[in-house]
């Protein structure tokens, strides 16, 4: 902003006291509201084609019940647009889309999931790379040219509350390795959550830490389902395991609570649209709705799963102040190789 020459008279100080604060104040309105109302056409003019397409198809993993609550609030905003669903986890959505996009064949307008399953869509020259600043994207969001941070998987730990006392609680992730808990702790096969303690911890750290969970003979599961529904069955007392599907099991009744260890791991979640996306108008506006304080309340009161760079969201409350770890984007294969490692420690015979 220009520095503002001021004039000394006699009635000087009046002057400036009166025009420059009014002037000062028109110069912070127009400021804060010009980007806006810029942007304003340019949201109108997308609105209007996304309603022209009618139609999104989104590829993401939660179940149908919380779907249905997501696409609720979704069209109530929008009402004009149908928003389609196909539940797919993991590496089959990025399996799937290039398999569709190779064969010409309709794929979705919209993919959540991993950054790691998108870069591999992305390296085969998959998927869009719109300018996100028209759309109204906020550049902290920006995770890539290709993928928007959408939510996270949040790690933590759980203990059965009938059969943990206070006393007991873990307070920190070495205290699973303490001996009373051997054969009594639930992990998840995927080590994401170990995997990601690897920027803070460092590797060597890490992998001692696996070895000595090893030694401690844990109960795999295939998914933190299962794990969490083991831990509020008594079948083990303490489970490695996701904050979202921790809650899951909480909010029906389960005798669970929740630990937050320092450091945190999470793993953000990215949404992107492919180059062979039928509603590309659709899946913008799409976005932007599921990356505004609306949008992401809605996911998250259907999923327990939040957006912690989204102000207001319960993830951004629960994360605030904690010491967080977790992988850049361009830190992938890292987390892929020491993923596989711990895998090898954890997993085999």
């Known amino acids: 902003m220009k520095k503002e020459k001021i004039v000394r008279t006699m009635a000087g100080k009046t002057i400036w006291s009166v025009f420059g604060v ?4 028109l110069a912070l309105i127009f400021f804060f509201t010009s980007e806006s109302w810029a942007a304003q056409p340019d949201l109108n003019k997308l609105q209007q084609l996304a309603e022209d397409e009618g139609e999104i198809v989104w590829y993401e993993s939660s179940p149908d019940n919380q779907f249905a609550e997501i696409a609720s609030a979704f069209h109530k905003r929008y009402p004009k647009i149908k928003l389609s669903h196909v539940r797919l986890r993991g590496a089959d959505t990025g399996t799937r889309i290039i398999a569709e996009s190779q064969a010409d064949a309709p794929t979705a307008d919209v993919a959540t999931t991993g950054l790691d399953i998108l870069m591999a869509v992305d390296e085969r020259g998959l998927l869009m790379r719109p300018d996100w600043k028209e759309v109204g994207i906020p550049p902290k969001l920006i995770a890539t040219p290709y993928g928007l941070i959408s939510m996270a998987s949040i790690y933590c730990l759980s203990y059965n509350t009938k059969l943990v006392s206070e006393q007991a609680v873990p307070k920190n992730w070495e205290d699973v390795l303490l001996p ?3 054969s009594k702790v639930g992990i998840w096969q995927k080590p994401a ?3 990601l303690l690897t920027p803070v911890w460092k590797e060597e750290k890490v992998l001692a830490f696996a070895r000595k969970l090893a030694e401690q003979k844990p109960v795999v599961f295939r998914s933190t389902f299962p794990l969490n ?13 996701i904050y979202h599907t921790a809650m899951a099991a909480v909010k029906k009744g389960a005798p669970l609570k929740l630990v937050f260890c320092d450091p945190t791991p999470y793993e953000p979640l990215c ?18 709705w599921l990356l505004s304080l609306e949008g992401a309340e809605a996911y998250e ?3 327990n799963r939040g957006n912690p760079w989204i102000e207001g969201t319960e993830a ?14 361009e830190q992938s294969q890292e987390f892929t190789d020491i993923s596989k490692k711990i895998e090898k420690i954890l997993l085999t015979p």
């Open 193 to 195: 959550g170990m995997a």
């Open 301 to 303: 009161k259907a999923t």
């Open 229 to 241: 529904d083991a831990v509020a069955a008594g079948e083990i007392v303490i489970g490695m395991t």
């Open 316 to 329: 951004s409350k629960l994360l605030h102040g904690k010491n967080l770890s977790t992988f850049s984007p």
């Open 271 to 288: 949404s992107s649209i492919p180059t062979k996306a039928k509603h590309p108008n659709a899946a913008k506006l799409f976005m932007r």
């Open 180 to 182: 009373e808990w051997k």
């Open 22 to 25: 009014f002037g000062f104040c």
